[in-house]
């Protein structure tokens, strides 16, 4: 350790700019503790009866602070959910046949479907402190990141080529050592990808998460959510653009300081075997590299870490382990089925106090809704899909847009609903059709980080084939560019309709000046229902919208996935 550190004292005296990234980095280590220390003080303060949001900038910063911890402990949760859900759908078939549908369930779930059971039930559990409020925040936010990079997982799972398939299996990989290094490497790009396009995900519903009051009970938490919901119940332009712009430094940083040197890093994992292509770069990458004190930290940690055996495991070993496994997968299998029975009988008493007439109408609101998803999921296609190839094949471009398309995405789609419905008023636009750009603001975004994660995993020596070959760029996207994103592009059309479903609710029921809108459709149901504590209706248009989504997804998403697989597939 004595000699590590005096060469640490030596670069620094050749290399200035290493002594200078270490000391921001320690710098850095110790601000971290102390807002950590913040941040803990925050969840475990005494509750409140009310709070008072401060709209002074100066309370920017912390409020900001707030939220991003929230969103980086909801990605935290998101991530282990993906890795071991996803991964269990891949691996069981017979678990897959449930969990799929369920997949397809939980994303279209609206929020303020179970949103109030969930914050009494939290704060009930935690009585005495804002742990149980602080918790409901993070759940919120986990639901508008878990579900598309659970698919974009599982999906990769299930397009493994086969050539490596059977080279882990000649060399006798365990699951552990099959996960590690084939299996999160090979779906490292489309998962980062979709992790940025969660983040934002997770902002949509940041107003309604940190601002919820029920009834006379205020449940708001500090943050820039609910900041920017008072903000805008008081009309304070002023304040509204600081947030705006909170936000948008909050976004930049971000994806300067995680995403960008992420995506560097994760070229590494690329599956090719040739083909010159210009590889992005990161400056803060770059700057890390550089540092004398980094690679000290990462030799002691492997210092921690058991070796990997060189030999390879016994038969009957490596089949007894999978024997196990299979074991715990049937346990947990069963311990689901039986919570989502005991959930279906609690729900089916609900369902009997609906009157059949209310059947009817929940039936038809959901055709319009239907139509409505069906009708925004394409238009954001028509443009996401030719910018999403045109930033993912061209790193230059990456590196330009990559930052503007976070910010956008991950501003707060509700925060620009006042804006577009006086635009839709001003032109004489009703809800009816302006609740598609409403939901469209929201869900674009899905198809449009799918196929820049496609884009960028096309090998370079196909790209290179097509300019040999001299394709005009219709052939280029008609034989090269869209069956190779074709799967990418089918998980965006999932996951953005499952967002637009769930975006239904803030789209067709929307107060715009104290003044009440609303569309005829599923969302507005919900959203009425909810208002009025009428709980038998709203189950009863929950229930009808999960099932809605579940037939669309087995009769057209799957078809597609498996024509994906059988025809478009660059490894079969």
């Not at 990989?173 to 490292?188: C, G, H, I, N, T």
Request: aromatic letters at 12%; charged letters at 15%.
């Amino acid at each position: 350790m004595t000699s590590s550190l005096y060469r640490v004292l030596l670069r620094w005296r050749r290399a200035p700019m290493a002594a200078a990234v270490d000391l921001v980095l320690l710098g850095s280590v110790v601000g971290l503790v102390f807002a950590i220390l913040s941040l803990g003080g925050e969840w475990t303060h005494k509750l409140r009866p009310s709070v008072d949001i401060q709209l002074s900038p100066w309370a920017l910063p912390k409020y900001a602070f707030f939220s991003l911890s929230r969103g980086i402990i909801a990605y935290c949760f998101s991530l282990l959910f993906t890795l071991v859900y996803g991964y269990w759908a891949a691996k069981d078939a017979l678990a897959e046949k449930i969990l799929v549908p369920l997949l397809d369930i939980l994303q279209s779930v609206p929020v303020l479907g179970f949103m109030p059971g969930l914050v009494l039930a939290l704060v009930m559990l935690f009585p005495s402190s804002n742990m149980g409020l602080e918790l409901a925040a993070v759940l919120m936010i986990f639901t508008g990141q878990a579900w598309n990079m659970t698919f974009s997982f599982y999906q990769s799972l299930k397009a493994l080529p086969p050539d490596l398939v059977e080279v882990a299996t000649v060399y006798r990989f365990d699951w552990k050592r099959r996960f590690l290094r084939l299996e999160l490497p090979y779906s490292s790009m489309s998962l980062i990808w979709n992790s940025m396009m969660s983040m934002a995900g997770g902002w949509f519903f940041l107003m309604i998460s940190e601002s919820f009051v029920l009834g006379d009970k205020d449940y708001r938490l500090p943050g820039l959510g609910s900041y920017m919901a008072a903000a805008t119940a008081k009309g304070d332009v002023r304040a509204m653009a600081f947030a705006a712009a909170a936000m948008s430094l909050m976004i930049v940083a971000l994806d300067q300081l995680l995403w960008r040197p992420v995506v560097v890093w994760a070229q590494k994992f690329r599956a090719e075997d040739s083909g010159a292509r210009e590889t992005p770069t990161s400056w803060f990458l770059s700057l890390l590299r550089r540092s004398g004190l980094l690679p000290l930290v990462f030799r002691f940690l492997r210092r921690l870490i058991p070796k990997d055996p060189v030999s390879r495991p016994d038969a009957s070993s490596s089949s007894a382990c999978e024997g196990k496994a299979a074991w715990v997968s049937r346990l947990l299998f069963l311990l689901l089925i039986a919570l989502l029975g005991a959930g279906v009988w609690r729900i089916c008493a609900i369902l009997r106090m609906v009157p059949a007439l209310h059947w009817r109408a929940i039936l038809g609101s959901a055709g319009w809704t239907l139509g409505r998803v069906l009708l925004s999921t394409m238009l954001g296609t028509l443009w996401a899909l030719p910018a999403g190839l045109a930033i993912g094949l061209s790193p230059r471009l990456s590196r330009v847009f990559q930052p503007v398309v976070q910010v956008v995405a991950s501003f707060p789609a509700p925060m620009l609903f006042p804006a577009v419905i006086a635009a839709l008023r001003a032109l004489g636009v009703g809800l009816g059709w302006g609740s598609v750009l409403l939901m469209l603001l929201g869900t674009q975004w899905y198809i449009l980080f799918n196929v820049i994660a496609g884009a960028m995993a096309i090998p370079a020596d196909l790209l290179e084939a097509a300019k040999a070959y001299r394709l005009t760029r219709w052939e280029r996207l008609r034989g090269v560019y869209g069956p190779a994103v074709f799967t990418y592009l089918v998980t965006g059309w999932v996951t953005a309709a499952g967002g637009a479903w769930n975006a239904s609710i803030v789209a067709e029921y929307v107060t715009f000046k104290g003044e009440v809108m609303a569309a005829h459709g599923l969302g507005a149901q919900i959203s009425l229902a909810a208002e009025k504590a009428d709980f038998p209706t709203l189950a009863a248009s929950v229930v009808t919208m999960s099932a809605l989504v579940v037939l669309f997804n087995r009769a057209v998403w799957r078809r597609l996935y498996a024509l994906a697989e059988r025809r478009f597939s660059l490894n079969r």
